[in-house]
């Protein structure tokens, strides 16, 4: 088939990157012309692990391309997939100013028939507004084609996207279109081959299903978070209290970690959208203010536990950190609690050493270059003469350090665990000091 995928972003690209993988010829439209000549020169934008290889793969063998160029890509797939940004509005509600834009494009300049797939996160009645101003271009230009519009999100997760597009646990298309529904079956045969992952259903349960799921995993975060600070104070330990609570398979071990909070390009933005969603309509989500106003609270716990042992001032202070990624496997840093970590420590005089394996790029672009952040070539060098190291994503390299050689080079022996990735009887043995979340310290 050939694709045209509108927004070259982790979702756009993956998305490209896959469908040209099973055979597809894919065309990939961005606004961004740097990052087109980026792709164009055989760099990749992003860090997601196997991206790389896959879309190197796919352009050699001339399956994938890339392009600035709104008409060609619009006369180039049958199918259009809309994958940009869906950023906050000031109210928290999404902005829908680039799908809509996306959609208007698609109608100034098709000459036949196209299914155009709303593949972002969009509030429920997007498709039809997608619908109505494609019709409204349509008729402006007076001309009658036929379309139609359907709704498949995407649930990637970042650091694993290539996996969970290949092996999706499940992929929702909702169209009461027939046409529609053929062709994304067909599209996606390749992904089901072992077994049934389509779930079909109308277009406005498909667009909630995808808030609903990020809604319930970011209930399931807070929800711990604010166990653990119960924990804390009586007592008693959040990871025994996980261990027990996720054998139980109706709760599951997933997504039960209390940790320094979630952040991310999805989870902070979707709860917003859905909160104002269901505000609009009179049918509050009560659950879900609870859950925005913890997780707010909780980027400023490790903070707290800092301040407790070293004073509200800080002035030459520095701390090491050791994360600077929403998570592992990934160089995103929206919305990311190590930036509410970063400013707290130097709005208090303190500079940071920080290192990530891959966010250290993206930090320099979000903060520039300042004398009070020096970005750390491995995790031992942000550790040199630092008065504690901060820990704040759970990356791999992290969990089994070189204790001995961490308390050489700190000033003091002093951890604040954000993520919970050492047993503290173990790092206490060891001669640290050790904050963790929700545990006995
Ligand atoms: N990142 C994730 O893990 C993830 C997972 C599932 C769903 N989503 C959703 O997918 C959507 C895209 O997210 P993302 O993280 O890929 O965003 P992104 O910011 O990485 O990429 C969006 C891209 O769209 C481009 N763009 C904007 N307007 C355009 C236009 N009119 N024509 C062509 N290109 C245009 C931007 O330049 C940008 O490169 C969002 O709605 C997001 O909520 C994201």
């Excluded at 190197?56 to 006369?75: K, Q, Y």
């Excluded at 980027?299 to 800080?314: M, Q, S, T």
């Excluded at 250290?360 to 060098?381: C, H, V």
Aim: with cysteine; net charge negative; charged share 25%.
């Amino acid at each position: 088939m050939k694709i045209t995928i509108i927004g070259t972003g982790y979702v756009g690209l993956v998305t490209g990157a896959c469908l040209a993988e099973v055979g597809n010829d894919v065309l990939c439209l961005d606004v961004d012309a740097k990052k087109i000549d980026l792709l164009k020169a055989g760099g990749i934008p992003i860090y997601e692990p196997g991206l790389d290889e896959m879309v190197r793969r796919n352009v050699a063998d001339g399956r994938l391309a890339f392009t600035t160029d709104i008409e060609a890509s619009v006369a180039f797939g049958d199918i259009q997939f809309i994958a940009v940004g869906t950023p906050p509005d000031e109210d928290g509600s999404a902005d829908l100013k680039y799908v809509l834009a996306a959609a208007r494009n698609i109608a100034r300049h098709m000459s036949s028939f196209k299914l155009v797939v709303d593949k972002s996160t969009v509030p429920v009645g997007t498709a039809d507004r997608v619908k109505a101003a494609i019709g409204e271009e349509l008729a402006a230009r007076g001309v009658k084609l036929d379309f139609c519009v359907a709704s498949n999100p995407e649930f990637l997760k970042e650091g694993a996207a290539i996996e969970d597009f290949m092996k999706p646990d499940r992929i929702v298309i909702g169209t009461d279109d027939e046409r529609a529904a053929a062709l994304l079956r067909s599209l996606y045969a390749p992904f089901q081959r072992n077994h049934e992952r389509i779930v079909a259903m109308d277009v406005r349960s498909a667009e909630l299903t995808k808030y609903a799921a990020n809604a319930m995993l970011a209930t399931r975060i807070s929800f711990m978070n604010e166990l653990a600070i119960l924990a804390e104070k009586i007592g008693a330990d959040i990871e025994q209290v996980r261990q027990g609570i996720g054998s139980d398979p109706r709760i599951g071990y997933h997504f039960l970690y209390a940790g320094c909070g979630y952040g991310g390009s999805c989870f902070p933005k979707d709860v917003q959208a859905l909160r104002r969603t269901a505000q609009e309509v009179g049918a509050p989500l009560r659950v879900l203010d609870a859950v925005e106003e913890a997780n707010e609270a909780q980027k400023k716990v490790l903070i707290e536990k800092v301040v407790a042992r070293f004073g509200e001032d800080l002035k030459g202070r520095r701390f090491a950190l050791w994360g600077l990624a929403f998570k592992p496997n990934t160089d995103d840093m929206r919305d990311a609690p190590s930036r509410v970590i970063l400013e707290a420590l130097w709005q208090r005089g303190a500079s940071v050493a920080a290192y990530d394996p891959a966010a250290a790029e993206e930090t320099e672009r979000i903060y520039g270059a300042r004398a009070d952040l020096l970005l750390s070539e491995s995790p031992m060098q942000a550790l040199d003469g630092a008065d504690a190291l901060l820990i704040v994503t759970e990356w791999k390299a992290f969990r089994s350090p070189n204790f001995a050689a961490m308390k050489s080079l700190l000033k003091a022996p002093i951890i604040f665990d954000g993520r919970n990735l050492y047993a503290p009887a173990a790092i206490a043995a060891q001669g640290f000091e050790y904050f963790s979340i929700g545990r006995r310290q």
